[in-house]
């Protein structure tokens, strides 16, 4: 008899973190990595400079946190807007700047977005999340999950950003388990970007060889003096 696979605590939040460095990764250009060991805590909290949190629900429920330093906030903030184009006179120097949480919220939902999606392919089940809140603070403010967990449990990993600032995640769910009964083929996901560059890319090697066929046509009747 085949051995079932079981897919832990710890699991799920390896694909959370690969959610974190993948989009903040690509969204500032830089590299994003994270510890191997992780922490095992009694509560999450909101710390300073900025804190943002997102409470997911359905197969399993949770809450995920992240803490930024103000240098490591504005870093990836600095690194999002210049990738995007932005002129330096239009980039906030402010960690306090409304436009930093704004920036910081977006990078996490698209986060969230993409755990959300990892589960639903990795883990068969369908989470829900709430719009990230996003925020400044001085001190530091405890958050819960506003539901019952029977055995909740918590845990806390330590990112490092390409200047080597650092910022941390908080993820706290109830201790749960999914084992698998039978291989499955995850389905690989597809980026919306990529299609549209891949259509891009095709529209204008068309362009091209139409181009190169009508400038053969016209040196082909100019030979023949036409």
Do not use: W
């Amino acid at each position: 008899m085949t051995k079932s696979k079981v897919i832990s605590t710890e699991d799920i939040l390896s694909t959370l973190c690969h959610s974190v460095t993948g989009v903040l990764s690509s969204a500032s250009g830089n590299g994003i990595s994270y510890s191997a060991m992780v922490q095992k805590i009694t509560r999450t909290c909101m710390r300073p400079d900025i804190g943002c949190f997102v409470l997911f629900d359905g197969g399993f429920t949770g809450l995920v946190v992240t803490n930024f330093t103000a240098q490591a906030a504005m870093e990836i903030y600095h690194d999002y807007m210049r990738n995007m184009g932005m002129p330096e006179d239009e980039i906030a120097q402010s960690h306090l700047s409304d436009d930093v949480a704004n920036v910081l919220g977006e990078l996490m939902n698209q986060i969230v977005g993409d755990f959300t999606s990892k589960v639903r392919d990795q883990l068969h089940t369908s989470i829900t999340q709430n719009q990230p809140k996003m925020m400044a603070i001085n001190k530091q403010v405890q958050i819960s999950v506003d539901t019952t967990m029977d055995r909740p449990q918590a845990r806390r990993v330590t990112f490092t950003t390409a200047k080597q600032n650092i910022f941390y995640l908080e993820l706290a769910m109830d201790k749960t388990e999914f084992i698998k009964l039978h291989d499955f083929d995850i389905s690989e996901a597809v980026d919306p970007d990529d299609i549209i560059e891949n259509e891009a890319k095709q529209k204008a090697e068309k362009q091209k060889a139409s181009s190169q066929a009508d400038d053969a046509d016209d040196d082909f009747m100019a030979e023949l003096g036409l």
